[in-house]
């Protein structure tokens, strides 16, 4: 992929060499207010969380700070998220003072889910230009009476050439444990690869980033079979998705999510040979791909002694932490 990002005088270093890309389930970013349409009352201050104001501030100082840490202090250029309640509290985000500056815009889209949690994005505009947005619905009403978040498509351009077309996924959980919940991931899936699949026929060389929490690893049946990301690729053997996270061995601890003592890599990027042509190595493996856990985002485990993401709440812990997932992100070279 070529690109020519314009500089911004905000930034610390010369010029952008490198588009940094990050997806970050921030764990329940929820403002105070009781919205009457969606189940968020635990989130409010007379909720179960106890959820003030001055703990909202705390959550959103936190997530500014990660976002703010990434590319070396330069702050991630594109933020693929998880876990948003609504348009306002990335507002919020955008507006703290460690965000400010690196003048981030918004892509949002309510989905249905009724705890009222989104997916969304946030781009440094004077790098990524919206051209539009679409949404695409998951039907899981054959497995439950709970609707799960929409895939949704943000299409813009990279500098004053390149268009990329990245999609942001949430998909269903293992609430129920995973072999139950498994067709529910299954049909997000398919959902997902009809449309690259559409896109991809009608303009074979498109630049295609796929983020998200899908609650599944690199090797589940959703990921591997149905969408088909491989974990190596080559331009010309026409294998259309690579899993970027796939190298990392998230049974050996290089995961982004830490639960009941075992890690999983649910928070994934996928990128066709389009994007990423430039840097693929002669193993077929892109390797500019990293799990962001600075140590002030982790906290040790008591029972493992492992260091695992600091979430927002801990029992018998009084303070406000970042979130139950790290983020992941991916550079893409000039």
Same mark, same amino acid.
């Not at 990434?70 to 250029?77: P, S, T, V």
């Not at 299954?186 to 998200?212: C, E, F, H, Y």
């Given at each position: ?38 189940d ?56 703290d ?43 899981? %009403? ?7 978040? $929409?895939?949704?498509m943000?299409?813009?351009? @990279?500098? !004053?050439? #390149?268009? =990329? ?31 690259v ?10 630049n ?9 690893n ?33 049974k ?5 999510e ?15 040979? %389009? ?7 002669? $193993? ?6 990293? @799990?962001? !856990?600075? #140590?002030? =985002? ?15 709440f ?21």
């Amino acid at each position: 992929m070529q690109f020519s990002p314009s500089s911004s005088h905000h930034d610390k270093h010369a010029t952008h060499q490198s588009l940094c890309i990050a997806f970050y389930n921030v764990e329940n970013l929820f403002d105070t207010k009781d919205d009457p349409n969606v189940d968020d009352e635990e989130f409010t201050p007379n909720g179960k969380q106890h959820w003030t104001l001055d703990k909202y501030a705390k959550k959103i100082s936190n997530i500014a700070k990660v976002i703010r840490a990434m590319k070396n202090g330069d702050g991630a250029d594109v933020v693929g998220f998880a876990e948003i309640e609504n348009k306002g509290v990335l507002e919020d985000l955008i507006a703290d003072p460690q965000l400010k500056k690196l003048n981030y815009g918004i892509a949002h889209h309510d989905s249905p889910d009724k705890r009222g949690i989104d997916v969304a994005m946030i781009y440094k505009k004077n790098i990524f230009k919206v051209l539009g947005q679409k949404f695409f619905t998951v039907d899981v %009403s054959k497995y439950e009476d709970k609707p799960t978040r $929409d895939i949704v498509m943000v299409q813009g351009v @990279i500098g !004053k050439n #390149d268009t =990329l077309n990245i999609f942001l996924n949430h998909w269903p959980s293992r609430r129920e444990g995973k072999e139950v919940s498994e067709p529910k991931r299954i049909a997000a899936a398919t959902v997902l690869k009809r449309v690259v699949d559409s896109l991809q026929r009608i303009n074979p060389w498109a630049n295609i980033l796929i983020m998200g929490d899908f609650n599944d690893n690199p090797t589940d049946k959703s990921v591997s079979e149905i969408l088909k990301a491989t974990n190596s690729i080559n331009a010309s053997s026409g294998i259309p998705l690579y899993d970027c996270d796939s190298k990392f061995d998230w049974k050996k601890g290089e995961g982004t999510e830490f639960y009941k003592g075992s890690w999983s890599r649910f928070i994934q990027i996928i990128v066709n040979s %389009s994007l990423i042509s430039k840097q693929v190595n002669m $193993d077929g493996t892109f390797t500019d791909a990293h @799990i962001f !856990k600075p #140590d002030w =985002l982790l906290k040790e485990d008591e029972t493992s002694h492992q260091m695992i993401p600091h979430r927002t709440f801990e029992e018998g812990d009084s303070t406000i932490g970042f979130s139950d997932h790290l983020p992941v992100y991916i550079e893409i070279k000039n």
